[in-house]
């Protein structure tokens, strides 16, 4: 197995036969032209203009490209990895803190002078940009429309993950099955409009998903241990 002991980074061109393969490495892969698929940890993965990807080391991946295309690639001793924190893939939107920090890798990696010092920098950088910003996007779907008719293979899709693993992988990361995380969400909603709001019961159930009174009182019941109108009632919540 190929060994890597100082980051470095080159100009990929991919080409379109699938190739698989394992290394002690990881890789930061950031657009230039084109686009890339790959598959690696259940999950069926592109990365195009808008999006960036980070493989941690031993993760096997599959990859091809069916275009012109070309991208920059950094090859990250396992070690930086270690150091950060980061042990699984990260698939995130390429948006403009992105761009400015490929524009200063490109610079560098141009620089005929160039160390591993510098380039570890930026690499640093990237790890501290990916953990303080990463949300996972079917989680951040559910805070934002819990409300909503909301399936598994729609939230497995975001994370493109094959169904039966997305609720393993969910199970995993937040403790709860996807049900009972989202009837906290919506119960949760039910208590702050119940304590801030004069909406009827009905009214407070459609706002946060449930199309009938009953469906509400009966999971909140289960949940808090008291029907909705018992706590509102109850003058601790006023």
Same mark, same amino acid.
């Given at each position: 197995m190929r060994q890597v002991y100082s980051s470095f980074a080159e100009k990929v061109c991919f080409i379109d036969i699938k190739h698989t393969h394992i290394h002690a490495f990881g890789h930061l892969i950031l657009p230039l032209q084109g686009t890339l698929n790959l598959q690696a940890s259940q999950r069926s993965i592109i990365v195009?203009? #808008? @999006? =960036?990807?980070? /493989? $941690? $080391?031993a993760c096997e991946h599959s990859y091809y490209a069916k275009e012109r295309n070309e991208f /920059?690639?950094?090859? =990250? $001793?396992?070690? &930086?990895?270690?150091?950060?924190?980061?042990? !699984?893939?990260? @698939?995130?939107?390429?948006? !403009?803190?992105?761009?400015?920090?490929?524009?200063? &890798?490109? %610079?560098e990696c141009q620089n005929k002078q160039t160390n591993t010092t510098a380039m570890n920098q930026?690499?640093?950088?990237?790890? *501290? /940009?990916i #953990? #303080?910003? @990463?949300?996972? $996007? %079917? =989680?951040?779907?559910? @805070? !934002?429309?819990?409300?909503?008719?909301? %399936?598994? !293979? &729609? /939230?497995?899709?975001l994370e493109h993950y094959h169904v039966g693993y997305y609720s393993q992988w969910? *199970?995993?990361k937040m403790g709860v099955s996807v049900q009972i995380y989202l009837q906290k969400l919506r119960i949760e909603e039910a208590k702050r409009l119940l304590r801030e709001t004069n909406y009827t019961i009905l009214e407070i159930a459609q706002e946060v998903g449930y199309e009938h009174q009953a469906s509400l009182t009966r999971i909140f019941k289960q949940v808090e241990g008291i029907t909705p109108s018992v706590y509102r009632s109850n003058p601790i919540n006023k």
């Open positions: 195009d203009q #808008q @999006h =960036i990807l980070l /493989l $941690p $080391p /920059l690639v950094f090859f =990250i $001793p396992h070690t &930086m990895f270690s150091h950060n924190g980061v042990d !699984e893939v990260k @698939h995130l939107e390429f948006d !403009e803190r992105w761009r400015a920090l490929r524009f200063l &890798m490109l %610079s930026l690499l640093y950088y990237s790890f *501290q /940009l #953990q #303080q910003n @990463h949300k996972y $996007p %079917s =989680i951040r779907y559910l @805070h !934002e429309n819990y409300h909503t008719g909301i %399936s598994l !293979e &729609m /939230l497995a899709s969910f *199970q995993k």
